[in-house]
């Protein structure tokens, strides 16, 4: 997922002046300093990818923890685990997974790094530019919802999203658009060896253990291995759309679903 500046300003807070209590690091466990090409770089794709969801400045955003007070970031100089948490997400707490470069990652974590060093020091405030989201093209975007982005596949300008403008405005509607709430959940359908099938709400998953909540409300829950199944998540599509996104197509859809009202 996705922008550079633009994105991901946070819904809530936007004034409120903050009072970062906590340094990232221990005096003496500094990683090594990050170079100002690592710091923008890391900008850049953090504010694309992750920003609308932690806040562009990573300090926590409408749906994203406050990233700069991770402890997971401050007790892992290494990157290793965070490493480890992009590639796999944790899909059930809505965080995705994300196929980045290590070189992404890396710049990434020194731009987290870098914004909690920051917002320590004195005078730090919260702030936001909605200007920034205002910077797209609607043409374009129409374009990119008809073609490029396959939007239209599954919605419709004079169908469910007649009048989303009206609805949602500005980064609320970009929420959605990013990243819609998961009012319909995903569902599963689990083929036994005795070659019954068994359909729900896909209720857990990981590597070992596949679960759901069929229509009576009953969980039931089976060895992956002994078992083949299929999910069936509606808003995977918007999954994978954020890492295809450029900042740019972001912005242009938004111009043109704010056409929509
Ligand atoms: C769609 C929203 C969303 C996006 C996009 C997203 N995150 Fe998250 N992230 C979350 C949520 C929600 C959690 C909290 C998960 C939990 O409670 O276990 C989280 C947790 C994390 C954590 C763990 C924090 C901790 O202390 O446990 C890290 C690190 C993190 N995200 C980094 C990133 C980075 C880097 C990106 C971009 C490459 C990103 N996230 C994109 C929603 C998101
Ligand atoms: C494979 C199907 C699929 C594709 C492709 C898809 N979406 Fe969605 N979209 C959904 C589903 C499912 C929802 C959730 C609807 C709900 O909650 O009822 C959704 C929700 C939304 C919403 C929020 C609507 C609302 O009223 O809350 C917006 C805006 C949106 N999508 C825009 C887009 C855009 C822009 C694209 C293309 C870049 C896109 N979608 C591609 C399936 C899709």
Avoid at 14 to 33: D, F, K, N, R, W
Avoid at 159 to 184: C, I, M
Wanted: aromatic share 6%; net charge neutral.
């Amino acid at each position: 997922m996705v922008d550079s500046a633009a994105m991901a300003n946070r819904l809530q807070n936007l004034t409120e002046s903050l009072a970062v209590v906590l340094l990232l690091y221990p005096a003496g466990q500094a990683p090594p300093a990050a170079t100002p090409e690592q710091l923008q770089a890391g900008q850049r794709v953090f504010g694309g990818q992750c920003g609308f969801c932690h806040g562009r400045d990573a300090m926590g955003g409408e749906t994203g923890p406050n990233l700069t007070r991770s402890p997971m970031l401050r007790d892992d100089p290494s990157g290793d685990r965070v490493r480890a948490l992009l590639r796999e997400g944790r899909a059930d707490k809505g965080m995705p997974a994300f196929r980045l470069s290590d070189a992404d990652v890396t710049s990434i974590i020194a731009f987290i790094r870098n914004q909690g060093t920051k917002a320590a020091s004195p005078g730090a405030r919260r702030s936001v530019d909605v200007a920034d989201l205002q910077t797209g093209d609607a043409g374009r975007g129409r374009d990119y919802f008809n073609a490029t982005g396959r939007c239209a596949s599954c919605h419709s300008p004079t169908g469910d999203l007649a009048g989303v403008a009206k609805r949602f405005q500005g980064l609320e509607l970009l929420q959605r658009t990013l990243y819609p709430s998961k009012s319909r959940a995903a569902t599963v359908s689990v083929t036994l060896r005795s070659g019954e099938t068994v359909k729900g709400a896909l209720a857990y998953r990981d590597e070992f253990t596949i679960a759901l909540t069929d229509a009576s409300g009953r969980y039931r829950s089976w060895r992956a291995q002994d078992v083949t199944f299929t999910v069936d998540n509606p808003l995977d599509a918007h999954v994978e759309q954020l890492a295809r996104y450029t900042d740019d197509d972001m912005h242009d859809v938004l111009a043109y679903l704010q056409t929509l009202r």
